[in-house]
């Protein structure tokens, strides 16, 4: 059985800061790519920010570059911190896995239920 499970959202000011955490286990520990996806209300989901299986090379959309970073622990937690957050990120933030090095959504084959991010004054 494959799991992600995200936690760590939730309702913050702009310029505050945020760390999501997704736990990996079961056949999800046999991946090619893990990070993170957002999806806004009236929107696509659209990818945030990315680690390879062996977790040294990183991608991050334009978007939030300088601002979030993603990152692995040995025991197959994945992070992003998110800092000098803005309006514009709020979303629900979504975990996912896949076997192929890719950034679009749908070739991931492993999702987590989401976590809701809210950046408001």
């Known amino acids: 059985q494959v799991q992600l499970v995200e936690s760590g959202g939730g309702l913050v000011q702009p310029g505050g800061s945020l760390n999501l955490s997704c736990v990996a286990s079961?056949?999800?520990?046999?991946?090619?790519?893990i990070g993170w996806f957002r999806q806004a209300p009236g929107k696509e989901r659209e990818v945030v920010a990315l680690?390879?299986?062996?977790?040294?090379?990183t991608y991050y959309t334009n978007s939030v570059k300088r601002r979030f970073t993603i990152s692995k622990n040995a025991k197959n937690t994945v992070y992003l911190q998110m800092n000098s957050l803005e309006p514009e990120d709020t979303a629900v933030y979504y975990c996912?896995?896949?076997?192929?090095?890719?950034?679009?959504?749908?070739?991931?084959?492993?999702w987590g239920q989401g976590t809701q991010v809210t950046v408001s004054s």
């Open positions: 996912a896995a896949g076997h192929r090095r890719t950034t679009y959504a749908g070739d991931f084959d492993y």
């Open positions: 079961g056949d999800a520990l046999d991946y090619n790519s």
């Open positions: 680690l390879n299986g062996a977790g040294d090379q």
